[in-house]
C-alpha cells in the first residue's frame, strides 16, 4: 500500500468530498453517488450473474459506505476503499445464494497443446483492430466467458483489465498478495482467451 | 529453428506471458522471452492472441445506471441519514 509518510494517508482526488462528509456535510453523499454509481453499477455488472444482483450490490455497497465513511482512515484512496466495500458485498451475496464449489482453474488446461494442434501462426481475429471486431454479439460473448470464471478469477480479470487497477491495488482491494493477483489474472486472461479461439474457429 | 527448443521450455515461457505483456518482468527474463517468441510460433500465437483478449476486454462499454436504481440510491439518502 503506497502511504504519504508525513500523514499516513493517500492523496486522494476525493480529499474535499470526504474532508466535507467528515463535517458531517450529508449532501455530499449524493455527490458521492453521482460521481461513483456509474462505476460501481457497471463493476456489478461484470462481476455479478443479472443486472438484478448488480442493482443490489450497488445499494448495498452504498449502505456501507455511507455507514462507514465517517471512520474511513484513507490508507487506500476513497474510491479504491469503495471497490473494497462492492467486492466484499459480492463475496457476502454468493455466500447468502448457498455456494456451489467453484472448480479452480489449473494452467495445465489452459495450455494448448503444441503437438496435438500446432498452432504456428496468430490467427486472422489477432490482428483485427479492437473497433471492428468488437460489436454486440463479441461483447456478449466475452461477457458470458467472464461469467464462467470462478468468482476469485473473475475479480481479479475485472479489476485489472476492466476496471484499470494496477496489480498492488488489486491485490489490496481483494485482500489477497499481488503474486496472487498475477496467477489468477493469467489464469482468467486464457480462459477468456480460450473461449474467444473457439467461437472464432466455430464461426460460419 | 532453436535447437534446445523444448515443449518444458514453452511450459515455463506460457505461464509468464501476462507478466510478460504487463511488463512485471525483470530484463533478463524479458529477453529470454523475446528469443523464445521469435523462433516459437505457438507461443507466439499464444502471445498475440492473449493481447487480443485484454485489449478486447478493456474495451467493453460501460452501461448506464437505470434510472430506477438512481432513485433507489437517492431516496436511501433521504431516508437513511
Ligand atoms: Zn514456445
Redesign the interface.
Known sequence: MIKNNTQGLVPDEDQALIDGIKRGETGLFETLVDKYSPRLYNFGLKICKSREDAEDLVQESFINIFRYVKDFRQEASLKNWMYRIAASVCWKMKRKTGSIKEKDLSLEELMPDHHASPEQVPPAWAHEPVAQLLNQELSGQIQNAISRLPTPYRLVLVLRDMEGFSTDETADILSITPANVKVRLHRARLFVRDDLKEYYEHRP | MNTDHN?DM??AY??K???FI?Q?LGDDVCRDIQKHLESC??C???L???????????????????SE??R???H??RH??
Request: charged share 30%; aromatic share 2%.
Open positions: 515443449h514453452c511450459k506460457f505461464a506471458l501476462s507478466e504487463d512485471e510460433g505457438c507466439n500465437a499464444c498475440e492472441t492473449l493481447k487480443k483478449t485484454i485489449q478486447l476486454c478493456a474495451n467493453i462499454k460501460d452501461k448506464p445506471v437505470p436504481l438512481s433507489k440510491l437517492k436511501m439518502i437513511r441519514i
